[in-house]
């Protein structure tokens, strides 16, 4: 093997290293976007449960409300009913 062999294998080694070198930032960046998406989601979707549990607690309540209403409206048409 002469030297110019040798400069070339080098020099192909060295682009090798330069790409698997790029690919590899590429895909540390990805995963830090991927992470940080991720982390986002997790906040958002707890947020949407806490909301929806008052919005629930809220509705809950208001059919109580609505429901003792109902009763005590029966309950005055059965008294008229009764006298």
């Not at 080098?10 to 330069?18: D, P, R, S």
């Amino acid at each position: 093997m002469n030297t110019i062999q040798f400069l070339g294998m080098l020099a192909t080694l060295g682009g090798f290293i330069i790409a698997l070198t790029n690919n590899i930032n590429k895909f540390s960046n990805t995963i830090t976007r991927l992470d940080t998406t991720v982390n986002n989601l997790e906040k958002m979707v707890q947020e949407l449960k806490e909301d929806n549990h008052k919005s629930h607690a809220r509705l809950f309540n208001k059919t109580e409300e609505q429901e003792e209403r109902l009763i005590d409206h029966e309950n005055r048409i059965n008294n008229l009913e009764n006298k």
